[in-house]
Structures are given as C-alpha cells and as structure tokens.
C-alpha cells in the first residue's frame, strides 16, 4: 500500500509517500509545496494544485494529515486551519480516506515518546526509511505522519484478521 503523509502549514506544506509491505517500510518520495506570494486565497490555490501534482504523480492508496493544535494566535491558527483544509481535500477528491493524528501521537508512533523532539524524529525517520534524503523538516514531518499511518493501517488489518 502507497501512503502519503501531510504536514500542514501555509508557507510550506510537507509530503512525504511510502509503500508498505506488511511491517516493511520503503521511501518513495519526500518534498515541500510552497504557498506564492500574495492574497491568501493564492497561496491556498498553490498549495492545492502542487498537492494535486503530488497525488497525480505518486497515486498514494491512503492518506494521514496532522491535526491542528490551537495556539494563541488565532489569525495564525484560523490560516493554518484552511492551509490543512487543502490538505484534506486534495486527497479526498482523489477518493482516498484521510486519517488525523495528533503530534504527540505521530513522535509516539516513530520515536517512541509522545514529546520528542525535531531531532529525535528525524533520526527516527532515516531509520525507518534506510538511504531518504530529507528535503526539510516539513517533509520529515509529513514521512513521520505517513510511518504512523502506516501502523495504524496495519494494526487495523490485524484486528480484522484476528476478529475475523
């Protein structure tokens, strides 16, 4: 199964796909699709149409985006908000389901701990995904969301296979 993961943000929305073999992880690709310059409803329409490229060029089987956490800023947190309603829909439109998960439960998932920190996930995701050449921390952030999917995926399979 090819999953892709989405770490949402305004400037700077990172992708990253997998394929998934039972507990075997492969890296397929990794990048970051920037938002122009300009009104919000342009950078929003940016950030859709590279998404789009995306899903076109990979044909990801499921999907995963990280949940918004509300800071203080509500301007900032509302912008974010819309910036990761790009990232639900491209998928969806593509006829994907779209899982959420939360950060602490995306570091649990691939470090081990719910609180670790940028580093530590990236050290995680190059061990996961053996040879990746990360193109930033948005994309390392959008491959650990994709490897938390990704067990997910296969801890429902299993549940299915013992219920069944």
Not at 143 to 157: E, G, K, N, T, W
């Amino acid at each position: 199964m090819r999953v892709l993961g989405i770490d949402p943000g305004l400037r700077a929305m990172g992708w990253g796909v997998i394929d998934v073999d039972g507990s075997r992880l492969r890296h397929v690709a990794n990048g970051v699709c920037t938002s122009a310059s300009g009104d919000l409803a342009s950078r929003l329409v940016a950030l859709h149409d590279q998404l789009e490229d995306v899903v076109a060029e990979y044909g990801p089987q499921a999907a995963a985006v990280e949940q918004t956490f509300v800071n203080m800023n509500g301007a900032a947190t509302l912008k974010l908000g819309q910036a990761r309603g790009i990232a639900m829909l491209v998928p969806a439109r593509a006829g994907l389901a779209v899982g959420e998960y939360a950060p602490n439960k995306i570091k649990k998932a691939v470090v081990g701990v719910g609180h670790a920190d940028k580093d530590q996930v990236a050290h995680m995701v190059k061990l996961q995904l053996p040879g990746v050449e990360l193109s930033g921390p948005d994309a390392t952030d959008a491959l650990a969301i994709a490897i938390c999917h990704a067990h997910h995926l296969q801890s429902a399979q299993a549940t299915a296979r013992v219920s069944a």
